[in-house]
């Protein structure tokens, strides 16, 4: 039968894929193939890129107040800051400490290229800066501060010195920038040694030697000055001179007096002379011993996954030459938990392809399940091509919207092959019965799959900011694999029915047992004509079902998003303002003492006075302060940390006196505590009466 005019232009796709299939089967294999590469090689991060429109500017002035701080530097620089119309001013924030103010500062959501804003206000705060107090210092921009680390290691030693550590890290480092693919390193944790002076007050008074004088001329032979240079006739050659102290003997024998006799006293006749490291204002220790952590960040557009095994080869090699008193382990480890995304992703496209097989060998005979199955990984890996080629990365987002769609592109297929079983069952033949399926459907799988896309892109006009950073590639993956599987239906699936299916439910002349699908139908055909017969039942019950959904939603959590599933989590420690760094780490190791018990918890990193590199997108790092603890916990396993979670965040929060403990899981919202309360007022007075009144409410 050949169908001509009209009939022709409707039946046209479908039946040039039918005569053509060799090439439809090629092109499919072409693109199949296309989509196992692009899984394994496109640019793969935990997260989507997000433009973090935060810096912090900190000002340096050494000896003054926090009042004085507040009224000299702080307020001129937040005056300063609101003259941009890109700052978001509500958002913007400021700490006020002896000798250093911090100003947290937030752009506007609709703010695209935050570098130029940033390059913006470094130049106007140098201007500033002459305005201000000759004693303010420097004035600081740190713009990158939403950078994350891709990985977190730390050197650690009972026996190394820092300077012995630090050379073991500056070895590491040397070794990662040999991968392509690495990005920005950092030291933290660092400790400078120092040369200390202890000097016998007795003994300077006897010899009558000023304090003032002594120091002068220490500092003067420390000095390193330009010593000149000589011309010669091929060219000018600079001179160097030997810098009179540079070790603790140098230091020792250096002559600090002089009389008409000739005899001299060395400094270390009236002092005691040694190397050491100062008493550090932050510290950081892995297992409570001392420790460097080295930050490892990963080029934009890359495949984290590949970068994980580039720098986990190069770690390892170097990890194997180690000695055995310095130890090298992995904190935060991103690649990683990508990779489990990627495996966890594949499972659940196989258990997605079981589970219709299971179901459907159920209602319809096995080789139809069959084709049903088939049409799951060749529309995800089909989406995969496309995606690859309109340059998006894998990422959390995109693991979401695939494996949402996996439970929707099969029904595309099923609807197909449930049409061209029906037409091979009223006589037609395989060929007309393949097309005349794809050609009635068309127009209602079309709609529904426009009704299911449109559904996601209002998020695209009602998010701003950070978080429509985070989704905006959800409904376009959406609604790109939902297509792909509605042209997965219309073409591909016709050609593969044809071939597999050959013969309908029912044969003539053979009386077939009733299968389970017989008996589903038959009992829907007895309800239909009840439920139109009583009208007004049906609606009750719909208006019941709906009130008694609404109000069970009261006692269900809610959630924009929702927690990251690490094997890690945070405890922040809060002392009161003032206390001293030996205090806030006793609270931190009589913390790690208690959680050390438990078999769940693999090792602690606490960083002391300080804190540490952003190592998750949305966990923004607090401002050092002594009186601020802040500790790394890895577990044994994601399922670990919920349950050391549940189990401890309430228990310890106030156990220390003077003390207050908060266990932050981490999270994929851009929260900071679920209720906060910020006051604005000039009055300080004020400011502390509304607070205290908000505390005991």
């Given at each position: 039968?050949n169908?001509?005019?009209?009939?022709?232009?409707?039946?046209?796709?479908?039946?040039?894929?039918m005569?053509?299939y060799?090439?439809?089967?090629?092109?499919?294999?072409?693109?199949?193939l296309?989509?196992?590469?692009?899984l394994?090689?496109?640019?793969?991060q935990?997260?989507p890129?997000?433009t973090?429109?935060q810096?912090?500017v900190?000002?340096?002035?050494?000896?003054a107040?926090?009042?004085?701080?507040e009224?000299r530097?702080?307020k001129?620089l937040e005056e300063?800051?609101?003259?941009?119309?890109?700052?978001?001013?509500?958002?913007?924030?400021?700490y006020?400490?002896?000798?250093?103010?911090?100003?947290y500062?937030?752009?506007e959501?609709?703010?695209?290229?935050k570098?130029?804003?940033?390059?913006?206000?470094?130049?106007?705060?140098?201007?500033?800066?002459?305005?201000?107090?000759?004693?303010?210092?420097?004035?600081?921009v740190n713009?990158?501060?939403?950078?994350?680390?891709?990985?977190?290691l730390?050197?650690?030693?009972?026996?190394?010195?820092?300077?012995?550590?630090?050379q073991y890290v500056?070895?590491?480092?040397n070794?990662?920038?040999?991968?392509?693919?690495?990005?920005k390193?950092?030291?933290?944790?660092?400790?400078k040694?120092?040369?200390?002076?202890?000097?016998d007050?007795q003994?300077?008074?006897?010899?009558?030697?000023?304090v003032s004088?002594?120091?002068?001329?220490?500092?003067?032979d420390?000095m390193?000055?330009?010593?000149?240079?000589?011309?010669r006739?091929?060219?000018?050659v600079?001179?160097h001179?030997?810098?009179?102290i540079?070790?603790?003997?140098d230091?020792?024998e250096?002559?600090?007096?002089?009389?008409?006799?000739?005899?001299?006293?060395?400094?270390?006749?009236?002092a005691e002379?040694?190397?050491?490291y100062?008493?550090?204002?932050?510290?950081?220790?892995?297992d409570?011993?001392?420790?460097?952590?080295?930050?490892?960040?990963?080029l934009?557009?890359?495949?984290i996954?590949?970068f994980?095994?580039?720098?986990?080869?190069?770690?390892?090699?170097?990890?194997?030459?180690l000695p055995?008193d310095?130890?090298?382990?992995?904190?935060?480890d991103?690649?990683?938990?990508v990779?489990?995304?990627?495996?966890?992703?594949?499972?659940?496209m196989?258990?997605?392809?079981?589970?219709?097989?299971?179901?459907?060998?159920?209602?319809?005979?096995?080789?139809?399940?069959?084709?049903?199955?088939?049409?799951?990984p060749?529309t995800?890996?089909?989406?995969?091509t496309?995606?690859f080629?309109l340059?998006?990365?894998?990422?959390?987002?995109?693991?979401?919207a695939?494996i949402?769609v996996?439970g929707?592109?099969?029904?595309d297929?099923i609807?197909?092959?449930?049409?061209?079983?029906?037409?091979?069952?009223e006589?037609?033949?395989?060929?007309?019965?393949?097309?005349m399926s794809a050609?009635?459907y068309?127009?209602?799988?079309?709609?529904?799959?426009?009704a299911?896309?449109i559904?996601f892109?209002?998020?695209?006009?009602?998010?701003?900011?950070?978080?429509?950073?985070?989704?905006?590639?959800?409904?376009?993956?959406?609604?790109?694999t939902l297509f792909?599987s509605?042209?997965?239906?219309i073409?591909?699936i016709?050609v593969?029915?044809?071939?597999?299916?050959?013969?309908g439910l029912?044969?003539?002349?053979?009386?077939?047992?009733?299968?389970?699908?017989?008996k589903?139908?038959?009992?829907?055909?007895?309800?239909?004509?009840?439920?139109f017969?009583?009208?007004?039942?049906?609606?009750?019950?719909?208006v019941l079902?709906?009130v008694?959904a609404?109000?069970?939603?009261?006692?269900?959590?809610?959630?924009m998003?929702?927690l990251?599933?690490?094997?890690?989590f945070?405890?922040?420690?809060?002392?009161?303002?003032?206390?001293?760094?030996d205090?806030?780490?006793s609270?931190?190791d009589?913390?790690?003492?208690?959680?050390?018990?438990?078999?769940?918890?693999?090792?602690?990193?606490?960083f002391?006075?300080?804190?540490?590199?952003?190592?998750?997108?949305l966990?923004t790092p607090?401002?050092?302060?002594k009186?601020?603890a802040?500790?790394?916990?890895?577990t044994s396993?994601?399922e670990?940390t919920?349950?050391v979670?549940?189990?401890?965040?309430?228990k310890?929060i106030?156990?220390f006196?003077?003390?207050?403990?908060?266990?932050?899981?981490?999270?994929?919202?851009?929260v900071?505590?679920?209720?906060?309360?910020r006051?604005?007022q000039?009055d300080?007075?004020?400011?502390?009466?509304?607070?205290?009144?908000?505390?005991?409410?």
């Amino acid at each position: 039968m050949n169908m001509t005019g009209k009939n022709k232009d409707q039946y046209r796709i479908v039946d040039w894929a039918m005569r053509n299939y060799k090439i439809v089967l090629l092109l499919s294999t072409l693109f199949i193939l296309i989509g196992i590469y692009s899984l394994m090689n496109m640019p793969k991060q935990e997260y989507p890129t997000i433009t973090v429109r935060q810096a912090l500017v900190v000002g340096g002035y050494p000896g003054a107040t926090p009042k004085q701080v507040e009224e000299r530097l702080t307020k001129p620089l937040e005056e300063y800051l609101f003259r941009y119309k890109e700052v978001k001013k509500n958002n913007t924030y400021s700490y006020s400490k002896n000798g250093v103010a911090y100003v947290y500062v937030e752009l506007e959501d609709n703010v695209k290229n935050k570098d130029e804003v940033w390059s913006k206000i470094k130049h106007g705060l140098l201007a500033l800066k002459q305005t201000l107090s000759p004693e303010v210092q420097a004035i600081i921009v740190n713009d990158d501060f939403g950078d994350t680390s891709t990985l977190l290691l730390t050197i650690s030693s009972k026996t190394k010195t820092y300077r012995q550590l630090e050379q073991y890290v500056d070895k590491l480092e040397n070794k990662l920038r040999s991968v392509q693919s690495v990005s920005k390193i950092e030291k933290y944790g660092t400790q400078k040694e120092q040369i200390t002076v202890l000097l016998d007050k007795q003994k300077l008074a006897s010899y009558n030697i000023p304090v003032s004088a002594l120091a002068l001329g220490i500092f003067t032979d420390g000095m390193v000055d330009y010593a000149g240079e000589i011309e010669r006739a091929k060219g000018v050659v600079p001179i160097h001179l030997r810098n009179s102290i540079e070790t603790v003997p140098d230091l020792q024998e250096k002559i600090i007096y002089t009389d008409p006799k000739g005899d001299f006293i060395r400094l270390k006749d009236i002092a005691e002379v040694k190397k050491e490291y100062p008493k550090s204002e932050g510290f950081i220790a892995h297992d409570g011993v001392k420790t460097l952590v080295l930050s490892v960040g990963m080029l934009e557009g890359k495949d984290i996954v590949r970068f994980g095994k580039e720098v986990k080869s190069v770690i390892d090699k170097y990890k194997a030459g180690l000695p055995g008193d310095v130890q090298l382990a992995t904190v935060v480890d991103q690649p990683q938990v990508v990779g489990d995304s990627v495996s966890s992703f594949l499972m659940e496209m196989l258990i997605a392809i079981c589970s219709v097989i299971a179901v459907t060998i159920l209602l319809l005979p096995f080789r139809v399940a069959g084709v049903a199955a088939i049409s799951i990984p060749i529309t995800i890996f089909i989406s995969l091509t496309i995606l690859f080629f309109l340059g998006f990365e894998l990422n959390i987002v995109n693991f979401a919207a695939l494996i949402v769609v996996l439970g929707l592109i099969v029904d595309d297929c099923i609807v197909i092959v449930d049409g061209y079983i029906d037409y091979i069952d009223e006589g037609y033949s395989r060929w007309h019965a393949s097309v005349m399926s794809a050609k009635e459907y068309f127009k209602s799988l079309i709609t529904a799959t426009l009704a299911i896309s449109i559904t996601f892109f209002p998020f695209l006009f009602t998010f701003k900011g950070t978080l429509l950073d985070f989704i905006v590639s959800f409904p376009w993956t959406m609604s790109i694999t939902l297509f792909v599987s509605l042209g997965v239906a219309i073409v591909i699936i016709p050609v593969i029915q044809y071939f597999l299916i050959k013969k309908g439910l029912y044969e003539k002349g053979i009386v077939k047992k009733r299968t389970f699908l017989d008996k589903v139908q038959e009992r829907y055909n007895r309800l239909l004509p009840i439920v139109f017969k009583h009208p007004k039942i049906v609606f009750a019950v719909v208006v019941l079902s709906f009130v008694l959904a609404s109000w069970m939603t009261r006692y269900v959590e809610v959630r924009m998003m929702p927690l990251a599933e690490r094997n890690l989590f945070a405890v922040e420690i809060y002392l009161p303002k003032g206390a001293s760094i030996d205090q806030t780490r006793s609270v931190s190791d009589s913390l790690q003492k208690i959680l050390k018990k438990d078999k769940r918890i693999v090792s602690f990193t606490s960083f002391v006075g300080t804190d540490s590199p952003r190592f998750h997108t949305l966990y923004t790092p607090k401002v050092p302060d002594k009186s601020y603890a802040q500790v790394i916990v890895n577990t044994s396993s994601n399922e670990a940390t919920n349950e050391v979670m549940a189990e401890y965040a309430d228990k310890y929060i106030d156990y220390f006196p003077n003390a207050n403990v908060y266990f932050k899981q981490l999270d994929n919202e851009s929260v900071e505590v679920p209720i906060e309360i910020r006051l604005s007022q000039a009055d300080e007075a004020v400011l502390k009466k509304y607070s205290q009144e908000i505390k005991k409410a």
